[in-house]
């Protein structure tokens, strides 16, 4: 078993809470998908963090907590009541603030979002294994949609050490705000946005599409380097099938899957792994193990 | 024992099962883990028992996923008793929970009742071991849990084959998925059970509508949460009315007043299950708003509330106090 681990859990203070908005397409229709970003006062989670690690927290009932915390002693019939795990989207050690992005997709996200300055948010965190380890060769960091959201911090931590290319995917037009801060960030080799509507001033299509002329351009002989990868399932596996082809290649993910506790206690995200080279499988659990997988250790064909 | 500066106020203390607890407040099995994953979280030393998750023979792998989802008030889980053995727990977390001065119940589970006997007889006289808790009511396997707990005599058979390995005092989990709890735990009793606890999850089931399929992947999971509070509540009241061993009451469970009802149904103490995922330091809280509650009302130990609602809706009488026979009495 792991030895114990030393997450903070406390009320952080909301800075900054802001929907997110992008460019709307022609017509008008953003896809319904609503973003939300908000910057938690959290110098305890800032300074222990690292990118690939998530926070969980109790999502306040729709329609604002006045300032204060909602109670873990209420659960309101009707309201989500567990936590819900948030990457972290970026963390500033020196100013001890948090950023959380997430898509607002239920009530307990709805909770949040509605969440205003100065109110509190009882926060665990950081939580997950040590992250995405960062290496020191060319990186190419690839997310999809609302998987974007933990690797901005990683793209900024990987840009200090060496040579980094983001590949970022939306659907349409209107999710083009989860690219926005990618374009702020200094010293990214390259920055290619996809989209699945042919938005102006992006590669029209998946990032799976465009992935391989990335991975040609990561290192000279396109077989070295790293690649950390976030997103829908279905476009991991379709990552891993293009890098696990390419051998010299490292490939980290970042894997999602319904958590309760988020500290390893309850067993119940687990995910399949290959524990052997006759094909044994078992079960690690995202909390605990994860959220960040080497592509070589999971059991792609049950994932 | 002295509750000391974590809990100020009235006397916590009960005992049950001849383990003397600082609290009535449990950890309930297969929420805390082994402990270790909570440490740093909350204060382990002030928990009145921890009881560890499900422990088998032999590692279990559990169930595939998804194993858990959120439902109204509740959360549904198939986790299918993943644990790394009895050996694993003995070597690696055993020495560090017995180093906290808590009492350390473990839950045991098996496929047979031959294996739940060898785990009584493996854990007998184990260091740190202060009693057993057998889980014979898990919803989410096919061998071993529910097989023998909706079954009163199997229930009573493998009770004594636990009975006869073990000098520990043996605890057993009770199912709600059954018509008849009183009768099953008159059973286990019988069988040599030194106390009752209830109630593990209830089985349920949620779908996908989009995807037209359930969404834990053995479709049915057991449902925990404060939407079955009411359920566990009723059948505590029903089993302390009906047995003479103390009744560990569970389901749930978020506050101290929520506690405190499972104790006026007949509970000697209860676990926290679920809250645990919410506040980690449920148990705590709610020990500390039990002692609130008790200073408030002006109870003086916890035993005074036990059963209190369970004496043919009478309630309080705390003038006349004396003259009410005591639990075992009944």
Known sequence: MTDERQAWRGLARVLASRRLEGPVAEGGDSGGRVYHHLTLLAPEVAAAAVPGQFVHVLCPPRGGAGGAPYAPASATPGLPFLRRPLSVHDADQARGTVGLLFWVKGPGTAGLAAARPGDRLDVVGPLGNGGFPLGLGPALVVGGGIGLAPLLFLARRLARRGRVTVLAGVAQAGDLALVEPFRRLKDLAGLIVTTEDGSPGTVSGTVVAALPESLDGLSPDGHSGAVYACGPRPMLRAVWDQVSARPGLTAWFSVEERLACGVGACRGCAIPVRTGPAGETAYRLVCRDGPVFDGNLLDWEAL | MNSGTLFPGPDLSVTVAGLRLRTPVMTASGAFGYGREYAGLLDLSGLGAIVVKGTSLEPWSGNPPPRTVETAAGLLNSI???????????????????????????????????????????????????????????????????????????????????????????????????????????????????????????VGMAIDPEAGRPILARGTGGLSGPAVKPVALAMVYRVAATVTVPVIGMGGIWTGRDAVEFLMAGASAVAVGTALFVDPEAPLRIAREIGDFMAGQGYEKVGEMVGLANTGFCGRRPESWADRPDQEGR
């Open chain 2, 80 to 202: 299918g008793l993943e644990n790394p053995g009895v050996e694993c727990f003995l070597e690696k977390d055993l020495p560090w929970l017995s180093g906290l001065g808590v009492p350390i119940i473990v839950n045991v589970v098996g496929r047979t009742a031959a294996e739940y006997a060898a785990l009584a007889r493996r854990l007998d006289g184990a260091p740190g071991v202060s009693a057993l808790e057998a889980n014979i009511s898990c919803p989410n396997v096919k061998e071993g849990g529910l097989a023998f707990g909706a079954d009163p005599a199997a229930a009573g058979d493998l009770v004594t084959g636990m009975r006869r390995a073990t000098r520990l005092p043996l605890i057993v989990k009770l199912t709600p998925n059954i018509t008849d709890v009183a009768a099953l735990a008159r059973r286990v009793v019988e069988a040599g059970a030194d106390a009752v606890s209830l109630i593990n999850t209830l």
